[in-house]
């Protein structure tokens, strides 16, 4: 089962991830199968993951490709909407376009961050 996991963390960190992708691309180190999305901020995260973004990621885990107006159904939303929300999440790289429309290609998504007090 493949499992995006969205993650909170800083520059330094996602670096740190990209760089041992790369190792494990090589073959420097294992490969360890998680698939990973980074945002900076718990705002930049609310920006592009908005509840109804998160609606149209829901009703695509574990379909395969659909095409945009299936997906606009299924979200009881209008077609232009859709395609707009659609557009921010592959553009942000949740989501993948596909030969027959747009996928998410991960049986179910994971959050892991923390929330600290204000200063």
């Known amino acids: 089962m493949a499992t995006l996991k969205v993650k909170i963390e800083s520059l330094d960190q996602t670096m740190a991830t990209v760089a041992d992708a790369m190792k ?8 360890n199968g998680e698939f990973s999305l980074s945002f900076p901020s718990w705002e930049t995260m609310h920006r592009v993951l908005t509840p109804k973004r998160l609606e149209i990621v829901r009703v695509m885990t574990g379909q395969g490709p659909l095409s945009m107006r299936e997906v606009a159904r299924r979200v009881g939303r209008d077609f232009k909407a859709v395609h707009a929300d659609i557009d921010t999440l592959v553009k942000s790289g949740v989501i993948d376009k596909a030969d027959s429309g747009v996928v998410f290609p991960y049986d179910r998504i994971h959050f892991d961050f923390e929330i600290q007090s204000a200063a």
């Open 24 to 31: 494990a691309a090589t073959g420097q180190i294992p490969l």
